[in-house]
């Protein structure tokens, strides 16, 4: 699939709302963490081999790393909260964050792959 903006529109589109990549109408995931095997609706396997979902959690742990770093220093540098408070806030971030970005993150993950791949 070529890279365009309706391409990318799409594929955001299709990863935050936890749809398969290929119709846009099957569901990922079973449970808040068991993922289907296979698209309710098409039959695209999801996950390729072992170790697919690798990508998922670098994004994943990327995101968490960037939205907390960049956070903790722009309130250390912008706020008048006490240093102790602040790390806290965005430890606690940083512990709660990549549980609820891991859907997100797999479904990103399989959106542009396959939208590079194909």
């Known amino acids: 699939m070529k890279l365009t903006l309706k391409n990318l529109t799409r594929t955001l589109r299709c990863s935050f709302r936890l749809k398969c990549p290929r119709c846009d109408k099957g ?3 079973q449970t808040f963490f068991k993922m289907f095997t296979h698209c309710t609706a ?4 999801f996950e390729r081999e072992s170790g697919y979902f690798i ?4 994004l994943n742990y ?3 790393v960037l939205i907390a770093f960049l956070s903790y220093f722009l309130f250390e540098k912008f706020t008048t909260i006490p240093f102790f408070l602040n790390l806290s806030v965005w430890g606690i971030f940083s512990a709660i964050f990549p549980i609820i970005f891991y859907r997100y993150s797999k479904s990103l993950w399989l959106n542009f792959d396959y939208m590079f791949s194909s």
């Open 27 to 29: 569901a990922l995931f």
């Open 42 to 45: 098409c039959n695209l396997k």
């Open 62 to 64: 990327g995101a968490t």
């Open 55 to 58: 990508g998922a959690m670098y």
